[in-house]
Antibody, heavy 120, light 107 residues
Framework: VQLVESGGGLVQPGRSLRLSCTASGFTFGDYAMSWFRQAPGKGLEWVGVIRVKSSGGTTESAASVKGRFTISRDDSESVAYLQMNSLQTEDTAVYYC????????????WGQGTLVTVSS | DIQMTQSPSSLSASVGDRVTITCRASQGISNSLMWFQQQPGKAPKSLIYAASGLQSGVPSKFSGSGSGTDFTLTISGLQPEDFATYYCLQYKSFPWTFGQGTKVEIK
């Protein structure tokens, strides 16, 4: 099982960025996928989750990103996306993805993280 | 939102010590709680799921207990690799929320 985030970088306030989480080693479509973030020197924060297609593929997200961030998935490519719009300086963080299963497969694998820096 | 109050925020311990970290939920979450370990610059690592289930590959010196609102993570026989930051996470209801973290340092 491997999860690899990509797409991070330096972006100006108000701009957009899309992160990808590419999965391998398991049946991607059987798992919900979650995004988390960690601002420099701070604790972990849950960002959002996308359910499996059989559960409607619906999403839930934290209040701090609702209306600005959108999670989607492409099961044919085994990729989850985090579309981030209207970025603010407080969105600066390392972003992680993790698979959300049941019991021991809930958040058992994480990506290495990708750094997003929002600055002018 | 469910608030997770984790304590202590930091502690100093010696190799071989037994340490306990607690998390208290602002409302009942049954056993929908996980514990993670995070080393500096690394992704979190799952230790305990469903409050007391030991994640595969995690040594038995880690144990979790509790249900409802009060939970504990116990580490027996601290080793140098165990000095890290530990977080609890509730996944009973959205938004999923973490405790503030406990940094375990070498005395």
């Amino acid at each position: 099982v491997q999860l690899v985030e990509s797409g991070g970088g330096l972006v100006q306030p108000g701009r957009s960025l899309r992160l990808s989480c590419t999965a391998s080693g398991f049946t991607f479509g059987d798992y919900a996928m979650s995004w988390f973030r960690q601002a420099p020197g701070k604790g972990l924060e849950w960002v959002g989750v996308i359910r499996v297609k059989s559960s409607g593929g619906t999403t839930e997200s934290a209040a701090s990103v609702k209306g600005r961030f959108t999670i989607s998935r492409d099961d044919s490519e085994s990729v989850a996306y985090l579309q981030m719009n209207s970025l603010q300086t407080e969105d600066t963080a390392v972003y992680y993805c993790s698979r959300s299963g049941v019991g021991p497969t809930h958040f058992d694998y994480w990506g290495q993280g990708t750094l997003v820096t929002v600055s002018s | 939102d469910i608030q997770m109050t984790q304590s202590p925020s930091s502690l100093s311990a010696s190799v071989g010590d037994r340490v306990t970290i607690t998390c208290r939920a602002s409302q009942g979450i049954s056993n929908s709680l996980m514990w993670f370990q995070q080393q500096p610059g690394k992704a979190p690592k799952s230790l305990i799921y469903a409050a007391s289930g030991l994640q595969s590959g995690v040594p038995s010196k880690f144990s979790g207990s509790g249900s409802g609102t009060d939970f504990t993570l116990t580490i027996s026989g601290l080793q140098p690799e165990d000095f890290a930051t530990y977080y609890c996470l509730q996944y009973k209801s959205f938004p999923w929320t973490f405790g503030q973290g406990t940094k375990v340092e070498i005395k």
